[in-house]
């Protein structure tokens, strides 16, 4: 998540990491390395992968190695480590698939949340504390308080970028340069420190897998800001989350908008008039039944 780059920003990694080369990169050969049983299947590494490790709030990457499912992927010593469900021969080269829906998926939700966090960040001088990619919707906390009003205004900057469709950089750089340079990160980095700069918004210490260019993100929603241990922790959808939603919250619209005879945007109106009516009724109800 943002700020964090940890080992993975290393250059110096023994298996080489496709994924930073080409974070769309979905098939690959590599020959295996070493393969050992383990408690849930079986540890494999290879010379070069495109799966991305389990990381800085995001999750692994699944798919295929050898037409067999990759249950996990985890950075050991290293070395990336796949668990599979069954064993491959070591020193046979293999194709891998990286499940391409799940990594963009991942993708837009991680570059939607720097482009939001540096918005955030900038206008409200706060800091990104939290940052979990769930299966379902993304969280990331802030260590300030923020109104409804802060958080939907930081919405509509970041939808603006996105329009915009401004470029995402990745970089390494150079110790003096990057000495001069204002980053956001929540920790103490040694070695290669691996930048992602995103248009003018952001820029930050960062080992996760991101778009080319912010238009891929496709959308940003944001669905809660809730207090949280002194700060705010905010709920957000990106791209394909984004639009899933929109989809079901208006085919439930549609549903009440039928069921209330008034049109879809003038809804909550008519539930008002009917919360009105019933109130009405059972107050003459319990007047009847006093009588």
Not at 44 to 57: H, I, K, N, Q, S
Not at 167 to 185: G, K, M, N
Not at 224 to 248: F, P, W
């Amino acid at each position: 998540g943002s700020g964090l780059a940890g080992m993975k920003g290393m250059l110096s990694m023994k298996t080489d990491t496709l994924y930073y080369e080409d974070p769309f990169l979905c098939t690959f050969t590599a020959t295996v390395r070493t393969c050992e049983a383990v408690e849930n299947g079986y540890a494999v590494t290879l010379d070069r992968t495109a799966f991305y490790p389990e990381g800085g709030g995001q999750p692994a990457d699944h798919g295929t190695l050898g037409g067999i499912p990759v249950l996990d992927v985890q950075e050991q010593h290293d070395e990336i480590v796949h668990t599979l469900s069954q064993p491959l021969a070591v020193d046979q080269t293999v194709e891998g698939v990286v499940d391409w829906d799940r990594r963009f998926d991942h993708m837009q939700q991680h570059s939607g949340e720097h482009i939001l966090s540096g918005i955030l960040c900038d206008r409200y001088h706060c800091d990104n504390v939290g940052f979990h990619l769930g299966a379902d919707t993304v969280t990331i906390d802030y260590n300030t308080d923020l109104t409804w009003e802060q958080v939907m205004a930081a919405e509509a900057a970041a939808n603006a970028v996105i329009w915009a469709d401004r470029p995402v950089e990745i970089t390494y750089p150079d110790p003096d340069t990057l000495a001069h340079l204002a980053y956001r990160s929540k920790k103490e980095l040694t070695g290669a420190i691996r930048i992602v700069t995103v248009a003018n918004v952001d820029v930050c210490a960062c080992c996760g897998t991101h778009v080319e260019r912010c238009g891929q993100v496709g959308s940003i929603k944001l669905t809660s800001a809730q207090s949280y241990k002194g700060g705010t922790r905010v709920t957000m959808l990106c791209g394909m989350r984004a639009y899933e939603d929109h989809c079901i919250k208006f085919q439930n619209a549609e549903a009440v908008s039928g069921l209330l005879s008034a049109k879809i945007n003038e809804t909550a109106a008519a539930v008002q008039r009917l919360a009105d009516e019933n109130a009405a009724l059972r107050a003459e109800k319990a007047a009847l039944e006093t009588r």
